[in-house]
């Protein structure tokens, strides 16, 4: 192989280095967003089951 083909061997590997490294930031990325979804979702359900029971004692009284 040549300088010029060595070079750019190498040019490709960084290449393919990078995308890979841009590739696990984004799939960490997006599990984080899912637990964040996950942990918002449940915190709105407590909420609206606390809202139910205040118009539950509400419509009671």
Do not use: Y
């Not at 393919?16 to 359900?45: F, N, P, S, V």
């Not at 609206?48 to 509400?58: F, M, S």
Request: glycine residues 2%; hydrophobic residues 55%; without cysteine.
């Amino acid at each position: 192989m040549d300088r010029n083909s060595s070079s750019a061997v190498d040019r490709i590997d960084a290449a393919i280095a990078r995308i890979e490294t841009q590739i696990a930031a984004r799939a960490a990325a997006g599990d984080a967003l899912a637990h964040r979804h996950a942990a918002l979702k449940a915190r709105m359900a407590e909420a609206v089951a606390a809202l139910d029971d205040v118009i539950a004692r509400e419509s009671a009284a």
